[in-house]
């Protein structure tokens, strides 16, 4: 396994003060904690921070982590406890509480020995809440779909061995909408000797659609149409969630003017809107022609476009 | 394991359903941290005396970010609150810049 620099991970020196540690993981707490970081990878990057403080904070710990940091163990790629090494033999992790279900290392574990070992000492313990996020797209929440998850599992058996991923097979509701979550009952970490599991939490995000941006249960789309569409006005095809449908061009709309087909954003109760934006798209003339039109246009039309230019 | 229970919260319309006993068992919190939260108006439920209080939806996934930013950055409650609503803003400007970028790469053909 790899050998886990908790001093680089820290950003700190060998001989770093205990406050100088503390003052480091705060720093470091508040940019890369998920809930409020956007950087890639926050919560990865959270969690060895996690370790390594756990390490570094503790006098005993980090005397334990120093010796072998000494004798060289960082400089293999493949870092096994020398002979001898006795796991736990420093006590067990503190853990971080109820809200993060702290999940150490192979590293961290092969050191200094695993966190509530799968015997658990005889006591009981419920299992920690699994929050995932699921990317839907807008058909899926519009019409209802079943998916198929598979979850990488944190826990390993009795012999250490890794537990097979998860296969859960997740029915999204019709009208779910980005922020709300799916509770799968006792899907989340298991639970210490006949303890309940706990729940695992699916997060809806929106994977960002083709054609509809969204906001709330509004959607807006930009339709693209013809100079003379606008100023005739007419009826035009325009793409909704649940297909095509009919819209009305009044005459003499202007370039980026919204139109609100209603009921036809989001469902619920009461659905959300669509927002058509019309875009005036100009044909490429190649022929003579199509040239001629344009030229009897230019010829017959009183129109300065630059007139409010005053130019 | 069944998954067959399956529950879906509807933060933005549920009615306030949630007692102070619910909340602390989906949050796995004390309930003197929740009477702390709406104290500093961090949560805001229906009802007036506690044992009244309906938290709607949307508070599990406040109490539990609560929760997560006090423990971890050991904010004290002012901190925590004002953390809170700075994040709220920064999300829904994040959004909005969000679509507003998208709207303006569709007219403009740049992507």
Request: proline share 6%; charged share 25%.
């Amino acid at each position: 396994m790899r050998f886990i620099d908790y001093y680089q991970v820290m950003g700190v020196a060998e001989n770093a003060s205990a406050d100088e540690v503390k003052k480091a993981y705060r720093r470091l707490a508040r940019k890369y904690h998920p809930d409020v970081s956007k950087e890639k990878d926050a919560e990865n990057k959270f969690k060895e921070l996690g370790e390594a403080y756990e390490v570094l904070k503790d006098s005993t710990k980090r005397a334990a982590y120093d010796e072998l940091r000494r004798d060289g163990a960082g400089r293999s790629d493949d870092f096994t406890p020398p002979p001898g090494w006795a796991r736990g033999r420093t006590g067990s992790a503190s853990g971080h509480g109820p809200h993060h279900a702290r999940q150490f290392s192979d590293f961290f574990e092969a050191i200094f020995g695993r966190e509530h070992a799968a015997d658990g000492g005889g006591f009981t313990m419920a299992g920690g809440d699994v929050h995932h996020r699921l990317s839907i797209t807008l058909e899926e929440a519009q019409h209802g779909a079943t998916r198929t998850l598979t979850l990488q599992m944190d826990e390993r058996n009795a012999q250490g061995v890794p537990v097979a991923p998860k296969i859960l097979k997740v029915t999204v509701p019709k009208g779910i909408r980005a922020g709300q979550e799916i509770r799968l009952k006792g899907q989340g970490h298991p639970g210490l000797n006949g303890a309940p599991n706990g729940d695992l939490y699916l997060e809806i995000v929106f994977a960002p659609h083709r054609l509809f941006t969204i906001e709330g249960r509004d959607l807006s789309l930009v339709l693209p149409v013809a100079p003379w569409e606008l100023v005739l006005g007419g009826v035009v095809t325009a793409p909704t969630l649940d297909g095509a449908v009919k819209l009305t061009i009044p005459p003499n709309s202007k370039a980026l003017q919204k139109l609100r087909i209603s009921g036809k954003g989001l469902s619920g109760d009461p659905p959300g809107d669509l927002y058509v934006i019309l875009q005036v798209v100009v044909p490429t003339v190649s022929t003579d022609h199509d040239r001629e039109l344009f030229r009897a246009l230019a010829d017959g039309l009183q129109f300065n476009p630059r007139a409010a230019l005053e130019v | 394991m069944a998954s067959d229970e399956l529950i879906v919260f509807d933060f933005e319309h549920g009615p306030p359903a949630y007692t102070l006993e619910e909340v602390c068992a989906l949050c796995r919190i004390q309930p003197e941290i929740i009477v702390e939260l709406v104290d500093f108006g961090v949560l805001n439920p229906a009802g007036a005396a506690v044992t009244e209080w309906r938290f709607p939806a949307q508070s599990i996934l406040r109490t539990r970010r609560a929760a997560r930013l006090r423990h971890d950055l050991e904010l004290n409650l002012p901190g925590l609150a004002l953390a809170l609503d700075l994040l709220d803003d920064i999300e829904s400007l994040r959004q909005e810049v969000e679509v507003l970028r998208a709207q303006l790469e569709r007219l403009t053909g740049e992507r």
